[in-house]
């Protein structure tokens, strides 16, 4: 019953190669968003989604790309993998814009080698 | 100049003591400010939010916002080794679609 899932938990995976992470919420919210979290453990978003509008980072490279098959999902899609893209990407959701705060799922680390 | 500034530490003090963390940000746009707490190889997990200024308690932490100094604090009383963690203060602004935009988090070890 997690709130907010992500799967893979790892990818390990070559460089130049396109991946998918995959994100779940079964809380009803109206928002999801993608976090990346840099070596140095610093959190910062990619891209917000809900029903109305996608609202992406403009440092966010458009290799990546958000998918919203519904409103309990939102996949990352990664093309053209760099070893730049090494991280942890945490997918997370709110409710009413978030003031009451984000969940995060726990996470997917990436490696690209 | 990074919209929201946190001492990344480490922190270290021994159980039992009263612990003080703090940020500081720059965008007067805020609104809504939030502390988590990551534990390694974990997601965030949200302790306390609020809204403005003022003070915010829930058992042994308290949190501050003080507006007009764009200062915000996060109290832990007696702190025990389970608080051991990451603790990342957070801020929105009343739109919301931008997102949440974190300090680099504080690392915090309570010394059993």
């Known amino acids: 019953d997690t709130a907010v899932s992500q799967t893979p938990k790892y990818l390990v995976t070559q460089m130049g190669n396109d991946k998918s992470i995959k994100c779940e919420q079964n809380?009803?919210?109206?928002?999801m968003y993608w976090y990346k979290q840099d070596s140095k453990k610093f959190l910062k978003i990619m891209f917000s989604?809900?029903?109305?509008?996608?609202?992406i980072n403009e440092t966010v490279p458009n290799r990546f790309s958000p998918k919203s098959p519904d409103k309990a999902h939102l996949n990352l899609h990664i093309n053209s993998l760099e070893l730049g893209d090494s991280a942890v990407y945490f997918c997370?959701?709110?409710?009413?814009?978030?003031?009451?705060?984000?969940?995060f799922g726990s996470g997917t680390r990436l490696t690209v080698v | 100049q990074k919209e929201v500034e946190q001492d990344p530490g480490p922190l270290s003090v021994p159980e039992g003591a009263i612990v003080s963390l703090n940020c500081t940000y720059s965008?007067?746009?805020?609104?809504?400010f939030m502390w988590y707490r990551q534990y390694s190889r974990k997601g965030p997990e949200l302790l306390m939010y609020?809204?403005?200024?003022g003070n915010k308690e829930d058992g042994r932490f308290t949190a501050q916002v003080d507006k007009s100094s764009k200062y915000i604090s996060l109290f832990i009383r007696d702190s025990q080794p389970s608080d051991s963690a990451t603790y990342l203060c957070a801020s929105l602004t009343g739109g919301g679609a931008d997102g949440l935009t974190f300090g680099k988090g504080t690392h915090l070890i309570i010394q059993p």
């Open positions: 965008n007067s746009a805020f609104q809504y």
């Open positions: 997370a959701s709110s409710q009413d814009e978030g003031a009451g705060g984000y969940t």
């Open positions: 989604y809900n029903n109305k509008e996608l609202i």
């Open positions: 609020t809204y403005s200024s």
């Open positions: 809380l009803g919210h109206d928002t």
